[in-house]
Nanobody, 129 residues
Framework: QLQLVESGGGLVQPGGSLRLSCAAA????????IGWFRQAPGKEREGVSC????????KYADSVKGRFTISRDNAKNTVYLQLNNVRPEDAAEYYC??????????????????????WGQGTLVTVSS
């Protein structure tokens, strides 16, 4: 069973920073493309960022470009999403998910759910002053 565990969510002030983590349990992330997605109440899920298995390719949604950074540490079997200059519209439940080419190759941040192999349980980011 592919298990992903997100952490790092919480309350952050506008303009603040937060780092989300996504750790794999019981398997290696080395060969997977990993994405971060988010869903705010009443809104559809949206792709935020993705990173290729090598880490050499990353993509970002226009809304977070220049503020969020995705990275991976295969030695720690963990992927991170650094959130900087957080805005109120960034408030959402954040999920990590994994997949493999050709179904998920990080050519775009959006991908149908059926292309993904596993999702984490989510971590909530709340933005408030």
């Amino acid at each position: 069973q592919l298990q992903l565990v997100e952490s790092g969510g919480g309350l952050v002030q506008p303009g603040g920073s937060l780092r989300l983590s996504c750790a794999a349990a019981g398997f290696t992330l080395d060969y997977y493309v990993i994405g971060w997605f988010r869903q705010a109440p009443g809104k559809e899920r949206e792709g935020v960022s993705c990173i290729s298995s090598s880490g050499g390719n990353t993509k970002y949604a226009d809304s977070v470009k220049g503020r969020f950074t995705i990275s991976r540490d295969n030695a720690k079997n963990t992927v991170y999403l650094q959130l900087n200059n957080v805005r109120p519209e960034d408030a959402a439940e954040y999920y990590c998910a994994i997949g493999r080419p050709p179904y998920y190759d990080c050519s775009a941040v959006y991908v149908p759910a059926g292309a993904l192999d596993a999702w984490g349980q989510g971590t909530l980011v709340t933005v408030s002053s």
